[in-house]
């Protein structure tokens, strides 16, 4: 059974720091992404990173400050987040794609998490 569990979320000041964490079992995958869903709005990507060689991508509203790895053990992924604003405010869900590289469309992951909540309080 594949599962994917994210943990970390919480409620945080402008400027703090969290980190995300996604627990992955049951599968080996291409590629995991971290993707956000604010109130309102759409999942849009937020990062990626191709689980052989670790080599991550980002959306430009993240560049410089969150910063996505994987666990040497390669069942966990990280998202490191510095600079928090109150824009980051969304529910972060990780995602696994069983056979792109490396990829920023959410219809090339078929594995997701349930979702973690992080809140930015001004």
């Known amino acids: 059974q594949v599962q994917l569990v994210e943990s970390g979320g919480g409620l945080v000041q402008v400027g703090d720091s969290l980190r995300l964490s996604c627990a992955i079992s049951?599968?080996?995958?291409?590629?995991m992404g971290w993707f956000r869903q604010a109130p309102g709005k759409e999942r849009e990507f937020v990062a990626v990173?191709?689980?052989?060689?670790?080599?991550?991508d980002y959306t430009d509203a993240v560049k410089g400050r969150f910063a996505i790895s994987r666990s040497s053990a390669k069942d966990t992924m990280y998202l490191q987040m510095y600079s928090l604003k109150p824009e980051d405010t969304a529910v972060y869900y990780c995602?696994?794609?069983?056979?792109?590289?490396?990829?920023?469309?959410?219809?090339?992951?078929?594995?997701w998490g349930q979702g973690t909540q992080v809140t930015v309080s001004s």
């Open positions: 049951g599968r080996s995958f291409s590629a």
């Open positions: 990173v191709a689980w052989p060689d670790g080599s991550p």
């Open positions: 995602a696994g794609s069983s056979y792109s590289y490396r990829t920023r469309e959410p219809r090339r992951y078929d594995y």
